[in-house]
């Protein structure tokens, strides 16, 4: 599995629309980014740090095919990165962070 957070208001709106297109980083990018399970609380560390209304989507990499990418990124890592929109059918859970626990420990919870 792979995972994104991004805020419950994006989220709600992907399902409405059946897809989701990217932050607005995401789209400046040209791609969605997506952390593997043991990078992604240290992604939530450094770009959710403070904020609230989060979801915690955990999507099924087989199912977005070619557009999905493992490329090299922060401190030399691999991450996979999608090329496209992100079909809401992909995505196997979507779990509300607690607004009263960072985001990093959130997560890190959620994967444990």
Same mark, same amino acid.
């Given at each position: 599995m792979?995972?994104?957070?991004?805020?419950?208001?994006?989220?709600?709106?992907?399902?409405?629309?059946?897809t989701y297109p990217g932050s607005a980083v995401d789209r400046?990018?040209?791609?969605?980014?997506?952390?593997?399970?043991?990078?992604?609380?240290?992604?939530?560390?450094?770009?959710?740090?403070?904020?609230?209304?989060?979801?915690?989507l955990t999507v099924d990499p087989e199912l977005l095919g070619g557009e999905l990418r493992w490329e090299v990124s922060r401190g030399g890592s691999r991450f996979p990165h999608l090329y496209g929109e992100l079909p809401v059918a992909a995505v196997v859970a979507a779990d509300p962070? =607690?607004?009263?626990? =960072?985001?990093a420990e959130a997560v890190a919870a959620l994967l444990a």
């Open positions: 792979i995972y994104k957070v991004l805020p419950a208001a994006e989220w709600s709106v992907a399902v409405n629309q059946g400046r990018d040209g791609f969605i980014h997506f952390s593997a399970a043991g990078q992604a609380a240290e992604t939530a560390a450094i770009h959710f740090s403070g904020q609230t209304g989060l979801v915690l962070l =607690p607004d009263d626990v =960072p985001a």
